[in-house]
Nanobody
């Protein structure tokens, strides 16, 4: 089994910054692509940013230029640096990873941006 734990969420004022971390543990053999998703109340979960094992990245249009996704393969950890946060970024943020054909999710961390 693989476990993902997100940390770093919290309450921040608009314009502020937060850094989320996602640490993978357990039966880690070779982590493939990873990503951050978010779900706001009453909305569907959406992809925020993704990163391949080799470091290629993709972002939702709404966060381009403000969020940066990185990963440390040696530590089985992924990060999301969030800057210039807006109230509409408020959501529960989930990390996701693929190992071969299986997908794993963390429990989520709340990010709240006040106006």
């Amino acid at each position: 089994q693989v476990h993902l734990v997100e940390t770093g969420g919290g309450l921040v004022q608009a314009g502020g910054s937060l850094r989320l971390s996602c640490a993978a543990s357990g039966n880690i053999v070779s982590i493939g692509s990873m990503g951050w998703h978010r779900q706001a109340p009453g909305k569907q979960r959406e992809l925020v940013a993704g990163i391949s094992r080799g470091g290629s990245t993709n972002y939702a249009d709404s966060v381009k230029g403000r969020f940066t996704i990185t990963r440390d393969n040696a530590k089985n950890t992924m990060y999301l640096e969030m800057r210039s946060l807006k109230p509409e970024d408020t959501a529960v943020y989930y990390c996701n990873m693929w190992q071969y054909t299986r997908s794993y999710w963390g429990q989520g961390t709340q990010v709240t941006v006040s106006s």
